[in-house]
């Protein structure tokens, strides 16, 4: 009897992730800046080095086949100025049902420079493949639903990187918090010694708000 129960109640789940893999990407879809939170912290006369850099994010919606349906082309820059990019991604969205969550594989570009500004040339990601991509296993992002929000986080300890500054090995965290306004993000890096690499030192997210829409092909809705 409990083993057709569990046969009962788990297709109910995957219908349920389902769902939640298609509203996340319709949150995720836009353009996301922090402006409001450091124009406040600057009001308040926060400290300067507990003042956020101002970041804007571009989350696209793009076609790319062997990644999958859900599928986000990512470019975030710095400082209103578009040319001062410092991170370029590909997302990848998955039904994760051991974790009962929904898996963001993130995979970086082998040269940057081919694929700025793909959300306007989509054409440009066609022929990509996780493959032709940089993939760090154990740096996926599980995000899970709760009620009107998601909640992201790293798995504790798994994302171990080379640092490509100064060759050493660095542990990455990040924890995520996204509505259909909001989407805020802490990402933070220790050495192997635990010293701090990156990320806010008031341990604080950055909090970006969603100016407008991007459907596919780059179009703003």
Same mark, same amino acid.
């Given at each position: 009897?409990?083993?057709?129960?569990? =046969?009962?109640?788990? %297709?109910?789940?995957?219908?349920?992730?389902?769902?939640? !893999?298609?509203l996340i990407?319709k +949150?995720f879809?836009?353009? &996301?800046?922090?402006?409001?939170?450091?124009e406040?912290?600057?009001?308040?006369?926060t400290?300067?080095?507990?003042? @956020?850099?101002?970041?804007?994010?571009?989350?696209a919606?793009v076609?790319? %086949?062997?990644?999958?349906?859900? !599928?986000?082309?990512v470019?975030?820059?710095?400082d209103?100025?578009?040319?001062?990019?410092?991170?370029?991604r590909?997302? #990848? =969205?998955?039904?994760?049902?051991?974790?009962?969550?929904?898996?963001?594989r993130?995979y970086? &570009?082998?040269?940057?420079?081919?694929?700025?500004?793909?959300h306007?040339?989509?054409?440009?990601? #066609?022929?990509?493949?996780?493959?032709k991509m940089? &993939?760090?296993?154990?740096?996926?992002?599980? +995000?899970?639903?709760?009620?009107? @929000? &998601?909640?992201? /986080?790293?798995?504790?300890?798994?994302?171990? !990187?080379?640092?490509?500054? $100064?060759?050493? *090995?660095? $542990?990455?965290?990040?924890?995520? /918090?996204?509505?259909?306004?909001?989407? +805020? *993000?802490?990402?933070r890096? =220790?050495?192997e010694?635990g010293?701090?690499i990156?990320g806010?030192?008031?341990n *604080?997210h950055?909090k970006?708000?969603?100016? /407008?829409?991007?459907?596919?092909?780059?179009r703003?809705?």
């Open positions: 009897m409990l083993a057709e129960e569990t =046969f009962r109640i788990k %297709p109910r789940k995957n219908r349920q992730l389902e769902k939640d !893999v298609k990407m +949150w879809a836009g353009y &996301f800046d922090n402006r409001e939170q450091v406040e912290e600057k009001a308040k006369n400290p300067p080095e507990l003042i @956020h850099e101002q970041i804007h994010g571009i989350f919606p076609e790319i %086949p062997a990644f999958g349906k859900n !599928v986000l082309y470019k975030q820059y710095m209103d100025d578009p040319t001062q990019v410092y991170r370029q590909i997302y #990848s =969205f998955h039904v994760n049902e051991k974790e009962e969550a929904i898996e963001l993130i970086a &570009f082998l040269d940057d420079e081919a694929y700025i500004d793909a306007l040339e989509p054409g440009k990601l #066609s022929d990509l493949t996780p493959e940089s &993939f760090k296993e154990g740096c996926e992002l599980f +995000w899970y639903r709760k009620k009107n @929000h &998601f909640l992201g /986080y790293m798995k504790e300890g798994t994302c171990r !990187v080379c640092s490509q500054k $100064t060759g050493k *090995i660095i $542990t990455i965290t990040d924890d995520c /918090y996204l509505d259909g306004e909001q989407l +805020w *993000i802490r990402d890096a =220790f050495d010694d010293n701090y990156f806010h030192k008031g *604080i950055h970006m708000k969603k100016q /407008y829409e991007i459907l596919k092909t780059g703003i809705g």
